[in-house]
C-alpha cells in the first residue's frame, strides 16, 4: 500500500517532466534557426559598422593636413578637446569616438562567440582600432594616429559590451542550447 502511495505521488512528477521535456525539444527546434538568423544579421550589421568605420576614419582630409599631429601620449587630445572654448566640439570629438567604438563591443561577442567576455573584447577592439589608426596615420591625407581615439573607442565598445552586447551574445550563444 505504501507503494501505490508512493507511486501515485511520483506520477504528477513524472508527468511535469515529460512536460519539461517536450516544451525543452520544440524550444531546441527553434533555437537553432533563431540563433543563425541572429548571427547573420548581427554580421551584417558587423559589415555595415565596417564600412561606416572606414568611412569615418580612411576618408582623406586634405584640407586639414597642416592641423594634424601623431599623439602617442595618452590623454594630450582629450586635454586639448577640453581646453577648447566651444564644448560642443570637445563633446563632439569625445563622445563620437565612444560613439564609434559601442557598436564592436555589441557585435563582436555576437558574430565571434569566442571572442566573449570583457577582456577578450578589450583586447579585439584595442588591436582592431589600433590596425585602423596606423592605417589612417601612414596611409591617409590629413589624418594622424592619435592613441587617445583607440583609448575612447576601446571605452565605447566596452559600454556596449556591459549594456548590450554580454546579453546578446549569452542569448544567441546559449551554452544549453547546445546539446
Not at 540563433?35 to 561606416?52: D, E, I, S
Not at 582592431?128 to 575612447?152: H, K, N, P, S, Y
Not at 565598445?157 to 551554452?175: D, E, I, N
Request: include cysteine.
Amino acid at each position: 500500500m505504501a507503494r501505490a502511495a508512493s507511486g501515485l505521488r511520483l506520477w504528477p512528477r513524472a508527468r511535469a517532466a515529460k512536460t519539461r521535456e517536450t516544451d525543452r525539444r520544440e524550444r531546441h527546434a527553434l533555437a537553432l534557426p533563431l540563433r543563425l538568423l541572429a548571427t547573420a544579421c548581427a554580421f551584417v550589421f558587423m559589415v555595415a559598422f565596417a564600412v561606416v568605420l572606414a568611412r569615418l576614419t580612411l576618408h582623406p582630409s586634405p584640407a586639414s593636413e597642416a592641423l594634424t599631429h601623431t599623439n602617442l601620449h595618452p590623454g594630450r587630445s582629450l586635454r586639448a578637446y577640453l581646453d577648447q572654448p566651444a564644448l560642443r566640439d570637445a563633446v563632439k570629438q569625445i563622445g563620437g569616438n565612444i560613439l564609434l567604438g559601442v557598436p564592436f563591443g555589441v557585435l563582436v561577442p555576437v558574430v565571434a562567440p569566442r571572442t566573449r567576455g570583457v577582456l577578450r573584447v578589450l583586447l579585439l577592439t584595442a588591436v582592431v582600432m589600433l590596425l585602423v589608426e596606423f592605417a589612417q596615420g601612414a596611409l591617409v591625407t590629413g589624418r594622424a594616429f592619435d592613441v587617445d581615439d583607440v583609448i575612447l573607442n576601446t571605452s565605447g565598445a566596452l559600454v556596449g559590451y556591459l549594456l548590450l552586447g554580454r546579453r546578446m551574445s549569452r542569448t544567441v550563444h546559449a551554452r544549453g542550447a547546445r546539446t
